[in-house]
T-cell receptor, first 114, second 117 residues
Framework: KAGVTQTPRYLIKTRGQQVTLSCSPI?????VSWYQQTPGQGLQFLFE???????NKGNFPGRFSGRQFSNSRSEMNVSTLELGDSALYLC?????????????FGPGTRLLVL | AQKITQTQPGMFVQEKEAVTLDCTYD???????LFWYKQPSSGEMIFLIY??????QNATEGRYSLNFQKARKSANLVISASQLGDSAMYFC??????????????FGSGTRLLVRP
């Protein structure tokens, strides 16, 4: 079974631009979460989608948004990029909503904002 | 609020020896799950092991085992017979409880493990 895939793997943007990252979950997984990882802040939760609905959102400005499609694929968008948005963005998927269910992560998208 | 603490920023271990990575947590929820992930330099988070708060036995997965001490709120990862490929960042995480079953992991700051040949 294929794992979580993320595209693109690397991205370079300039301040003020916007970016869209894509995530395809493991087949059958309906929950998709996004995390931002930076050296200073560590791993921080961005948002989680289930059946095309955002169920949870982290403490990030409105420039960060996401969506989920009917096939469970998800995208996140960052508008008006800032230097501090440079980070590794990780997507994770899980099968069900039970507490024991494990989240499986993709390889991440490394975003560099110049 | 839930919190995960990893107090060892970096550790060394000799190849073939065992190593323990520390993790303490704080939660008021009686039902919770704890996870350990490995992150190599490539960036991908690799799931290693899970421990549920009601599990009677400590979790084991191959060379990985979890030393779960509920009263102390600690969930230390033990790696036996370390291999060079074990060199990576290791994160302890807890799933934050929610009313709508939404999925959110809270991570510790991580421990960088370096295995010496």
């Amino acid at each position: 079974k294929a794992g979580v895939t993320q595209t693109p793997r690397y991205l370079i943007k300039t301040r003020g631009q916007q970016v869209t990252l894509s995530c395809s979950p493991i087949s059958g997984h309906r929950s998709v979460s996004w995390y931002q990882q930076t050296p200073g802040q560590g791993l921080q939760f961005l948002f989680e989608y289930f059946s095309e609905t955002q169920r949870n959102k982290g403490n990030f400005p409105g420039r960060f948004s996401g969506r989920q499609f009917s096939n469970s694929r998800s995208e996140m968008n960052v508008s008006t990029l800032e230097l501090g948005d440079s980070a590794l963005y990780l997507c994770a998927s899980s099968l069900w909503f039970q507490k024991q269910e494990t989240q499986y992560f993709g390889p991440g998208t490394r975003l560099l904002v110049l | 609020a839930q919190k995960i603490t990893q107090t060892q920023p970096g550790m060394f271990v000799q190849e073939k020896e065992a190593v323990t990575l520390d993790c303490t947590y704080d939660t008021s929820d009686p039902s919770y799950g704890l996870f350990w992930y490995k992150q190599p330099s490539s960036g991908e988070m690799i799931f290693l092991i899970y421990q549920g708060s009601y599990d009677q036995q400590n979790a084991t997965e191959g060379r990985y085992s979890l030393n779960f001490q509920k009263a102390r709120k600690s969930a230390n990862l033990v790696i036996s017979a370390s291999q060079l490929g074990d060199s990576a960042m290791y994160f302890c995480a807890m799933r934050e409880p929610s009313m709508d079953s939404s999925y959110k992991l809270i991570f510790g700051s991580g421990t960088r493990l370096l295995v010496r040949p």
